[in-house]
């Protein structure tokens, strides 16, 4: 998908910061892959790193290489003098995936890259005065985790090596064996011919037979498979090598262990035993019958026992013709339900990472990989819920067990309330939420006024990342569970009392 922007200038509000009018206007809608030492990979020196596409190439060294405290000024610039929105988003995402090392964990430092594609979602989702302003924002945390990546060492993906370059007859064979062996150094030539030979949806396949085989970084390999691809539907197939070969790096990333081809590490165990059960689904899988009852079992399943009991009920369910969408229910609540039992970052995770492996099932092509996707993400979950309990107590909560709360409001004021709510009483937001769902099941105000929040007062890339995750798979869930779905996501949502990112004001200076 392409577009671009009409350019409109900001004015300022007499009201607040907040209150903002007139903004740009969006229509409808060898070992590593090349790692460049510090000195190699200055400014002076632009052969030591990968090349990009000749019109993009200038854009990114000025984000590498401007300042944090003149980039905004410099964008905003840019943009009143023709820089389409389109051109910052490719350019945000090169220069992440060229300056920044999924190492030692494809998180941390490196959410400025996985962060494009959910700030994305904010701004063309949220009202057309916001639309700025979390593009804005992920242009100043890329200029943090850049200079965070240079203390680390200044990372930088050098250029291929194109003497080992595979022909495109060998790519695909290659890339494979590769990724099964982790051998990083023959995964990064293989895939820049699989980029430059092969249609995307082909590439995309590859990668989505391997988002979610490991437990690692608990889910975020998934996260930048599924939001780096979408990222790339908007900036243009052209741009793709780089993702890719960043993407190849990140999915190898198996930090301070031994090959886990060779070892029996508890991150690889989910993924070895659904290679077995994924052969055991019946042909006709996909149709089936909506079964609530289902889900409430799963549900059960999913608070108390094993990985591997999950996904032999899930295949017993599966072959005895339910429909897999109930199965899907039961991940989507009960991710929601693993945050009100603990809301902090492990079980925000559990959403996040739902939301990648779940796009990721929609999209691949490959029957065999979707089974395998589908079960990985209900194996997920347990082990989010063991990852929990080191990180303090895990409350005794269940999503299904939820009472409404009693109102004669409007599904307006019930909003107002909700929100005002959030971030203080998350148990009585909930309640709120439920009721209000139960009576408007669009929701549409309650996402309108969530994208509102999200535009203005978040500070971290998990603001986005979370928020995109949740309100996009509410309308994934089933009628029946979506109430409970939307209701579990106030625990990590944005509430009317939190102040305001103080980057409005200074994104609102430089597009005056």
């Known amino acids: 998908m392409s577009f671009s922007f009409n350019r409109r200038h900001f004015v300022r509000s007499s009201a607040s910061a907040a209150a903002l009018a007139g903004m740009a206007h969006l229509p409808g809608s060898p070992g590593s892959p090349g790692v460049a030492s510090a000195t190699d990979a200055q400014s002076s020196s632009p052969d030591a790193m990968v090349p990009l596409e000749e019109d993009v190439e200038s854009l990114v060294r000025m984000l590498e290489d401007t300042p944090r405290s003149r980039l905004l000024e410099e964008v905003a610039g840019r943009i009143q003098k023709g820089l389409s929105y389109q051109q910052i988003l490719t350019a945000l995402q090169l220069a992440g995936v060229r300056n920044v090392e999924p190492r030692p964990s494809v998180g941390f430092k490196f959410h400025s890259v996985l962060v494009v594609y959910s700030a994305h979602q904010a701004s063309i989702g949220g009202a057309d005065q916001h639309r700025w302003l979390p593009i804005f924002w992920?242009?100043?945390?890329?200029?943090?985790?850049?200079?965070?990546?240079?203390?680390?060492?200044?990372?930088?993906?050098?250029?291929?090596?194109?003497?080992?370059?595979?022909?495109?007859?060998?790519?695909?064979?290659?890339?494979?064996?590769?990724?099964?062996?982790?051998?990083?150094?023959?995964?990064?030539?293989?895939?820049?011919?699989?980029?430059?030979?092969?249609?995307?949806?082909?590439?995309?396949?590859?990668?989505?037979?391997?988002?979610?085989?490991?437990?690692?970084?608990?889910?975020?390999?998934?996260?930048?498979?599924?939001?780096?691809?979408?990222?790339?539907?908007?900036?243009?197939?052209?741009?793709?090598?780089?993702?890719?070969?960043?993407?190849?790096?990140?999915?190898?990333?198996?930090?301070?262990?031994?090959?886990?081809?060779?070892?029996?590490y508890e991150a690889d165990r989910p993924w070895r035993e659904n290679q077995e059960l994924v052969t055991k689904i019946r042909p006709d899988w996909t149709e089936g019958r909506l079964d609530d009852q289902a889900t409430v079992e799963l549900l059960e399943v999913l608070r108390n026992d094993s990985y591997s009991e999950v996904c032999r009920l899930a295949v017993k369910m599966l072959n005895e013709g339910i429909s897999?969408?109930?199965?899907?229910?039961?991940?989507?609540?009960?991710?929601?339900?693993?945050?009100?039992?603990?809301?902090?970052?492990?079980?925000?995770?559990?959403?996040?990472?739902?939301?990648?492996?779940?796009?990721?099932?929609?999209?691949?092509?490959?029957?065999?990989?979707?089974?395998?996707?589908?079960?990985?993400?209900?194996?997920?979950?347990?082990?989010?819920?063991?990852?929990?309990?080191?990180?303090?107590?895990?409350?005794?909560?269940?999503?299904?067990?939820?009472e409404a709360a009693e109102t004669a409001d409007s599904p307006a004021e019930q909003v107002e309330a909700i929100f005002a709510d959030v971030g203080r009483d998350a148990a009585s937001a909930a309640r709120r939420t439920l009721?209000?769902?139960?009576?408007?099941?669009?929701?549409?105000?309650?996402?309108?006024?969530?994208?509102?929040?999200?535009?203005?007062?978040?500070?971290?890339?998990?603001?986005?990342?979370?928020?995109?995750?949740?309100?996009?798979?509410?309308?994934?869930?089933?009628?029946?569970?979506?109430?409970?779905?939307?209701?579990?996501?106030?625990?990590?949502?944005?509430?009317?009392?939190?102040?305001?990112?103080?980057?409005?004001?200074?994104t609102i200076e430089a597009l005056a």
């Open 138 to 264: 992920a242009l100043d945390y890329f200029k943090a985790t850049q200079a965070q990546d240079a203390r680390e060492g200044d990372w930088t993906m050098a250029p291929v090596d194109e003497g080992s370059v595979p022909p495109a007859e060998r790519a695909s064979k290659m890339f494979i064996e590769a990724m099964d062996r982790w051998d990083e150094a023959k995964a990064d030539v293989a895939v820049a011919s699989l980029g430059r030979h092969l249609g995307a949806q082909s590439v995309f396949d590859h990668f989505a037979r391997y988002a979610g085989r490991d437990y690692r970084s608990i889910g975020h390999k998934a996260i930048f498979v599924s939001n780096a691809w979408r990222t790339l539907q908007c900036a243009g197939w052209r741009f793709a090598e780089p993702v890719l070969r960043s993407l190849a790096y990140a999915l190898l990333n198996h930090t301070g262990e031994g090959n886990p081809a060779e070892n029996d």
């Open 324 to 402: 897999p969408q109930s199965l899907w229910d039961a991940v989507f609540v009960g991710a929601g339900e693993l945050l009100m039992r603990q809301p902090a970052i492990v079980a925000l995770h559990a959403s996040t990472t739902t939301n990648a492996l779940h796009y990721l099932y929609t999209a691949a092509a490959d029957d065999r990989t979707r089974r395998l996707l589908l079960l990985q993400n209900l194996a997920f979950l347990p082990m989010f819920r063991q990852s929990m309990r080191g990180r303090g107590r895990v409350q005794d909560v269940r999503i299904d067990q939820l």
């Open 435 to 506: 009721a209000y769902a139960q009576d408007d099941p669009t929701g549409l105000d309650f996402v309108r006024k969530a994208r509102e929040l999200i535009a203005l007062k978040s500070r971290t890339s998990h603001d986005f990342k979370y928020s995109s995750a949740v309100l996009e798979d509410y309308a994934s869930v089933s009628p029946a569970w979506r109430p409970a779905h939307l209701a579990s996501t106030v625990y990590m949502l944005l509430g009317t009392s939190r102040a305001d990112n103080p980057l409005i004001g200074r």
